[in-house]
């Protein structure tokens, strides 16, 4: 357990939406889907073994199976409480009735193994739900994919100070790192720090979603910063920065403006893309999907689950879709809400320099497999954020489309499942 979550322990809440995000741990041994054909079945096959060799002693196996026994039972559940949620606001959308929403939920939670949130946030209801599932890939195979497939680059992306210098050696256009914060550092290093007279983004470096994001606007007239009504030089900064590193890992980055072509969906906040690459270290990078991520109102953050929404590239036409949100409630967004701008069918011409980026980026860690890269598009230019090792599902995205299924299968047919990386849960 993380001091995070003594200090924060969770709700009945969230222990709800933790439930909503189950999956099926033994997916193999009793799917109909097992025998079936095509190279999206095959790979789920080789998730399921690479999963069963992970649990290393017998005691871990046994455990593995109750698991998969009681699955029916906490599927049930979690489909309940999906359901129940999302249904009504899903039929806004596509029209899709809440007994077929039922239905499908069923067909996808006991037929395949899948968590039902992923359901609703992946826009099966709004998908042609038979080809869909032919195609399916779920966020946790990908998980377990990840862990078995990438290297030792893995490391160096996700430290985030290695990640900036190796980028930069490369010429790579990254915002920079101004400090990282966490318990371990002490009071000392801020001491000393001289926190530079610029807009600031203050970023946990463990949590996803966009939580606990803080932007602090610098005014210099009267030499502070300020961040949702408060106020505060530099001597209360530094107190709050010492604050927050006694609990979480943070980091301090430059606040960042949009540049012209995109700063229409955003009424202040940063606009972000996030490009998924795959590479299997045998060609060349591929890039396999693009959204794009806008903050609604005011909020810090950009992500659909969290005051944002998101819309995918289509990276064939170069032509956004409509945009999604999670926060209050489901929504699709063929404007934007709060400036009106289109975004449905809107076309992003510069979209060849931003997938170059993602590709020249990923080629400098060849032995990962798969990297979700977060880039902003400045007025100077495209500036990598991160990248991202885990990315995600985002609506619209079904793997069985794309190369990475092909090129998984091909890695792991090379390397042998004993071969691959394992982690034992």
Known sequence: MSLRDVLHPMTIRERLERLHRSHNTIIVFWYPWYWRQGEAARLRQWVSHLEWMSRRSLLAKVRFICKAILWPLVAGLALIFAWRRYAKESVLIDDRSMGRQFWELCVFTFWYGGSPTEYYNRGMFNEDFPSVLREFISGHECVVLANALNGEGEAGIKNKGQFESICVTAGVPVVPVLCSLKPSRGEAFLADFEIPRVDLFLKPAHRDRGVGIERWDF???????????????????????????????????????????????????????????????????????????????????????????????????????????????????????????????????????LAALAVRTHALFSDVFSVGWDVVYTPEGFRLLEGNTLWGMSPGLFLGRTCYVRKCLRLLSLRGGSKCRTNSQ
């Open 219 to 353: 005014d210099e007239s009267s030499d502070s910063w300020s961040f949702n009504g408060r106020v505060l030089p530099a001597g209360g900064l530094r107190a709050h920065l010492k604050e927050v590193a006694v609990t979480d890992a943070y980091i301090l980055q430059q606040a960042v403006s949009n540049h012209s072509s995109v700063a229409c969906f955003s009424l202040s906040g940063a606009v972000t893309f996030r490009v998924v690459t795959v590479c299997d270290g045998l060609s060349e990078p591929e890039v396999i999907a693009a959204y794009l991520a806008a903050p609604r109102g005011h909020t810090v953050t950009n992500h659909e689950g969290n005051g944002g929404m998101v819309a995918e590239l289509d990276i064939s036409t170069q032509r956004f879709g409509a945009a999604f949100s999670d926060t209050p409630y489901v929504e699709k967004h063929r404007n934007h809400p709060d400036t009106g701008a289109q975004i449905e069918g809107v076309e992003f011409a510069d979209w060849p320099e």
